[in-house]
């Protein structure tokens, strides 16, 4: 299933991939932190998206993170 990174912030997208194990993805995001190369975010929250292509339903999951600053207001 294709699954999409965006910070729910500004809507940007961080990472498109493909995975097999949407339910272990899952399960990992929402640990402690994601890191990616350019900063550490925590999961906000996902939703799976559903569109149509070339006359073929496709679902897409949609996950949302916010920065951890956002998490621990100081």
Do not use: W
């Amino acid at each position: 299933m294709n699954v999409i990174f965006v910070l729910t912030k500004t809507g940007e997208e961080v990472l498109e991939m493909v995975s097999n194990d949407v339910a272990g993805l899952l399960a990992a995001v929402k640990g402690e932190n994601v890191t990616f190369p350019f900063g550490s975010f925590q999961y906000d929250f996902h939703t799976l998206d559903h569109y149509l292509v070339d006359n073929v339903y496709r679902q897409e999951l949609v996950i949302y993170l916010k920065e951890e600053s956002e998490t621990n207001p100081l």
